[in-house]
Structures are given as structure tokens and as C-alpha cells.
């Protein structure tokens, strides 16, 4: 069972940047094993996509929720995977949460669906 963990949530201020992490919380995983994406889920809504990278040869994609403000991408010597988030307006406020499947994701679409969830990570932009 993979078990995934979030962190770098916090306080930002209004145009401020984040940079959260997704890492594996075993040890002995490789999360480049694992296509990976991250979402988000403001208060009283639902969770929505923000973008994936995949595990045959890194290529990434994103929704539109984020207006080209959001990055994933791969540190596999750290086992990590990042989201970063620039400009952060109020809107964006949130819990952040890392999906990951095993399943083989060629090209830059996302998973329709991934098996392995973290707890997520808050994020609160606020001046």
C-alpha cells in the first residue's frame, strides 16, 4: 500500500509563491514509478485537478484552474514530486493533495483516476 505525504502547505501572502512536496511515506518506494497528480480543494468545493506528470518520460499536464501559475515536476534522486505555485491569489486557498498510480501514463494526459491518495496540506493566502 503507498502511502503518500504532502508538505509545504502554510501561510502565503496575496502574490507569494509555494513550492509543495509529495514524497513517498515508506521507505524502499520510488515514486518514479508512479504517475502523480495534484489537486486542490477549497472550502465548501470540490477537488479539482491541477495538473500530473507522468512516469513513462516525464511530460506534464495541466488544467486551467491554475492560468499557467502552476509546475510539477520530478526530483527522483530526492523521490520527491513538487508543485509549484506562483502569484498566489486568495482563490487558491485550499487543501492541496499528491494522487499517484503505478499505471504505465504515456503522452501529457493525465490518469482519469489514480489509486493512491495523501492527507493533504493546507494553504491559506491571506495578507
Known amino acids: 500500500q503507498l502511502q503518500l505525504v504532502e508538505s509545504g502547505g502554510g501561510l502565503v501572502q496575496p502574490g507569494g509563491s509555494l513550492r509543495l512536496t509529495c514524497t513517498a511515506g515508506?521507505?524502499?518506494?520510488?515514486?518514479?514509478?508512479?504517475?502523480i497528480g495534484w489537486f486542490r480543494q477549497a472550502p465548501g468545493q470540490g477537488q479539482e485537478r491541477i495538473g500530473c506528470?507522468?512516469?513513462?518520460?516525464?511530460?506534464?499536464d495541466y488544467t486551467d484552474i491554475m492560468e499557467g501559475r502552476a509546475t510539477v515536476s520530478r526530483d527522483n534522486a530526492k523521490n520527491s514530486v513538487y508543485l509549484q505555485i506562483n502569484s498566489l491569489k486568495p482563490e487558491d486557498a485550499g487543501v492541496y493533495y499528491c494522487?499517484?498510480?503505478?499505471?504505465?501514463?504515456?503522452?501529457?494526459?493525465?490518469?482519469?483516476?489514480?489509486?493512491?491518495w495523501g492527507q493533504g496540506t493546507q494553504v491559506t493566502v491571506s495578507s
Open positions: 506528470i507522468n512516469n513513462s518520460d516525464g511530460r506534464t
Open positions: 515508506a521507505a524502499g518506494v520510488t515514486l518514479d514509478a508512479y504517475a
Open positions: 494522487a499517484a498510480d503505478p499505471y504505465i501514463q504515456y503522452g501529457g494526459t493525465c490518469l482519469a483516476q489514480y489509486g493512491y
